[in-house]
């Protein structure tokens, strides 16, 4: 094939059995648009509201004779307005004609399973329909505490809750965070008054943990249980407990669990139905089951004749293949792994997309994945206009969580990133997977939802017959420590006997059990016979991961230890979790460039290497800025925030640079160093979130916030060097949480290889720096020329002896190798002061 020809008609792949031959002219897309007068007709015969919503704000838009006066129509729609308009939209979901017997049978019973194909209109209405009933009313308990009013609904993804309740609170007419809202990690919209809160089963987790009857509900709908995320599992075991002591209190709570595919009966039979008065049967009662019939399309499927090592290139082959076949609309929805990929494809698509012909539909390139913007997210499932086409490239989070609409397409790479227990490294890591038979059908029917659609797969035919059936539950692959550690904190009577009868859907195998046991006795947790220890129990306060929490309560105790210490290394560690808790890196790479900023003036051409080799020798000779390239000018400005230890006071370095500067000038100091604004503002917030739990738990003594400013102030001062001594002792406080395993000592050849838990080499893994950490980033030319000149200016400085002996990093991520995030590096004898069992020499 031709891939450098400038026609992009050429580049695409031909007659290949993956579609049907691309030249048939009966599937050619119309060229030109229809008469005027045809539209103005068809406008017309419209009415009013429907002809607003397709002209949108465009007043002039040949309704009328021009020559009268047309009123001026408001340019944004009101609240009310909008809600009218979704009503017609509602009312003609699969759900809508299911809601009375929803609601009788969740009045009749206190537990329901309710299931239906995705895009059936389960979670945007579920709590619209329950809204008011009988059962939605406040009760007093015999002993006169106050139960209900509020519904909550779970997701497993933060995206899918803050999209829900935008859209409800839309549909309702309503302010977001009022009457609808949602809490998610370190973001909660919603107040005393919120009826449905959508909420991500974590942060249910949360509440359970500070009220454990969740006195404020009404109702709970665990939706998306299929997915089977730990916090669902754990969450529905718990919550089948406190249906039951609500009921005995008289106070009943309702349990809705909800589905687009489901082994309903087993979930019917888990859930349990409602007893009738006086029954005292031991045999299991079934929940309840709803089946909303879905409405599905014919989907045909595609696959690709040979096995595929590039699905970068097939994909994006795959999509203008689509884009010349069939004419609009139908937009085209890609499945991907990550981020990374997707912000990849989706670059490499506009690009090509810019060499087709210019009577040919727009393409509009689109992301989704968790880490995006929320604006970002929501453009997704704005309708497209009908001369461009969307290409949503997106996460497995449309598989099931949110439904797009206008596809008619689908393009699946068969592979999925998933949090796997590593057990070789003892530790959870991020792996592509392949995807199971059942998610497969799931992404198919994506393309069938508003008409017949075509799905192609990026694999062979024999390759899905040798998937898996059935996607497993997490519960089976992922670290439980957060799980166990959770379970233990909720009522102190619960100790190991009870954690091991805990009643789960499906059990964890006992060598997770054991593990997460392991490492909770490791951070000091439990002790030794199994009980919760003051560590752990403030250690569960937090919404961390407990190998995060432990770095923060041992912060708080070297804190206490140093009171006199200037730097307070308990508000450092906090900057630095802040920056790792987001989702995604505060350091853009870059592929996301361009977005933020403009490309240079003076840009030299990319295609051009002659022509960009004799510029820079330019700007060289001139030793100015204005002539490098967006790259060259971006990297030196980071040498003015590496740090030579790597990532963790990296981090620290542009917090305190970003915190320093005055609000208005926050966003050009991001713009300089490309740095993501959107996730920084995130970054203060979780920052201001964390010192609140940290003052809740007594854990250290915090600057009160309105000394916040003087502190920067003081940081501006302290700018631009950690001192070695900080340094150290923040490193160490993250050793301490993150443990032997996330620890790996150089190896020959610039590698580095894991300790195992007895803190030798022996047994463990290689592994490398991955391409994001700051440790990366080569001092450039120009950037030693600078710095020569003015030396002190570069925060460059050099380590002393023994830095580098060994690494340790926060996540491991499996591609062509095993490659670690957010790297530092230490000093391999602090290993045994902070683990004091351990002897590493020799080994
Ligand atoms: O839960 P289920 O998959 O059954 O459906 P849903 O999420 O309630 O979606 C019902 C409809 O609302 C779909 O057509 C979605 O496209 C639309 N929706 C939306 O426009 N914006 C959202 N944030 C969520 C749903």
């Not at 040949?62 to 509602?90: A, H, Y």
């Not at 935008?166 to 609808?180: A, F």
């Not at 888990?270 to 089951?289: D, F, H, L, N």
């Not at 002393?800 to 095993?818: I, L, N």
Request: hydrophobic letters at 35%.
């Amino acid at each position: 094939e031709n891939t450098n020809s400038d026609n992009s008609a050429t580049t695409i792949e031909s007659g290949s059995k993956l579609s049907p031959d691309l030249q048939t002219d009966s599937h050619k897309p119309q060229q030109g648009a229809p008469p005027q007068n045809k539209v103005f007709k068809n406008l017309q015969l419209k009415d009013k509201s429907k002809v607003q919503q397709e002209v949108g704000n465009d007043s002039t838009a040949g309704l009328v004779d021009p020559l009268t006066p047309v009123p001026p129509k408001p340019l944004i729609k009101s609240k009310s307005q909008i809600s009218q308009e979704l009503q017609t939209v509602r009312k003609s979901l699969p759900i809508w004609s299911f809601q009375s017997e929803i609601r009788t049978t969740i009045r009749d019973s206190d537990t329901m399973v309710l299931v239906g194909e995705t895009g059936s209109g389960k979670s945007t209405q579920i709590g619209q329909f329950l809204l008011n009933q009988p059962y939605m009313s406040k009760m007093i308990s015999a002993s006169g505490k106050k139960y209900g009013g509020c519904i909550a609904i779970t997701q497993p993804r933060r995206v899918a809750a803050i999209s829900l309740a935008q859209r409800v609170s839309s549909e309702m007419g309503t302010t977001l965070g009022k009457e609808v809202g949602y809490c998610v990690r370190f973001d909660n919209v919603s107040d005393a008054s919120t009826k449905i809160r959508y909420l991500t089963d974590g942060m249910l987790l949360n509440e359970i943990l500070h009220d454990p009857e969740l006195s404020r509900y009404s109702v709970v709908v665990v939706d998306e249980a299929h997915e089977r995320s730990v916090s669902t599992d754990l969450g529905m075991g718990l919550l089948k407990g406190i249906v039951e002591s609500r009921r005995k209190e008289k106070v009943p709570l309702k349990l809705i669990v909800m589905s687009a595919t489901l082994d309903v009966e087993k979930m019917a039979n888990y859930v349990g139905g409602t007893p009738k008065p006086g029954e005292t049967s031991e045999e299991v009662i079934p929940a309840p089951i709803c089946r909303i019939p879905g409405k599905i399309f014919p989907v045909e499927v595609f696959y690709t004749p040979v096995s595929i090592d590039n699905f970068q290139t097939a994909a994006a082959k795959t999509i203008f293949q689509v884009h010349y076949q069939y004419p609009c609309p139908g937009d085209i929805l890609v499945f991907s792994t990550g981020s990374e990929e997707i912000e990849e494809l989706a670059s490499m698509v506009e690009e090509l997309a810019l060499q087709m012909e210019p009577d040919k539909p727009k393409l509009n390139v689109m992301r989704l994945y968790a880490s995006l913007d929320p604006v970002e997210q929501q453009k997704v499932f704005v309708k497209g206009s009908p001369k461009e086409r969307k290409v949503i490239i997106s996460t497995n989070i449309a598989e099931t969580s949110v439904t797009v609409p206008g596809v008619r397409h689908v393009i699946d790479c068969g592979k999925v990133k998933m949090k796997r227990f590593r057990h070789q490294l003892g530790i959870e890591s991020l792996l592509v997977t392949d995807i199971s038979q059942a998610s497969a059908q799931q992404r198919k029917g994506r393309a069938g939802r508003e008409a017949a659609g075509t799905c192609y797969r990026l694999y062979t035919e024999g390759h899905f017959k040798r998937l898996q059936k059935d996607t497993e539950p997490d519960i089976l692959h992922c670290d439980l420590a957060g799980a166990m550690l959770t379970l233990l904190a909720m009522k102190s009577e619960h100790s190991m006997t009870t954690v091991n009868n805990f009643p789960f859907l499906d059990g964890p195998n006992h060598q997770s059990r054991v593990k997460a046991l392991t490492t909770l006795l490791e951070l000091g947790a439990l002790d030794n016979k199994g009980n919760i220890t003051k560590v752990g129990t403030k250690m569960s306060k937090f919404p961390l991961p407990p190998a995060q929490s432990r770095v923060i309560v041992a912060a708080g105790e070297e804190e206490e230890q140093n009171k006199k210490s200037e730097e307070n290394v308990l508000v450092d560690v906090i900057d630095v979790l802040s920056c790792l808790s987001v989702d995604g890196n505060i350091i853009l790479q870059p592929t996301r460039w361009r977005k933020t900023l403009a490309e240079p003036k003076k840009e030299v051409d990319p295609l051009l290497p002659q022509k960009k080799k004799k510029k820079r020798k330019h700007a060289d000779d001139e030793d100015s800025d204005e002539d490098l390239t967006l790259e060259e000018r971006v990297h030196s400005k980071r040498m003015d925030i590496v740090h030579p230890s790597g990532d963790h006071i990296t981090y620290l370095n542009i917090l305190r640079r970003y915190l320093s500067k005055r609000a208005n000038e926050q966003k050009k100091f991001c713009q300089e160093y490309q740095i993501s604004y959107p996730l920084m503002r995130k970054v203060e917030n979780i920052r201001k979130q964390l010192r609140g739990y940290c003052r809740l738990d007594k854990v250290g003594d915090l600057p009160r916030d309105s000394e916040m400013k003087y502190e920067s102030d003081t940081m501006v001062a302290r700018y631009p060097r950690v001192s070695q001594e900080q340094t150290e002792k923040i490193l160490k406080c993250f050793m301490a949480g993150l443990g032997v395993e996330n620890i790996a000592k150089r190896a020959k050849g610039g590698k580095y290889r894991t300790l195992t838990s007895s803190g030798n080499t022996s047994s463990g893994v290689d592994v490398s720096v991955h391409p994001s950490s700051c440790l990366m980033w080569e001092r450039s030319e120009h950037e030693a020329k600078r710095t020569k000149k003015d030396e002190g200016r570069s925060s460059w400085q050099r380590l002393p002896e023994g830095f580098g002996e060994a690494v340790m990093y926060q996540d491991v991520v499996w591609t062509s190798k095993a490659f670690m995030k957010c790297v530092s590096k230490i000093r391999l004898e602090w290993t045994t002061e902070v683990f004091e069992d351990l002897t590493i020499y020799g080994t």
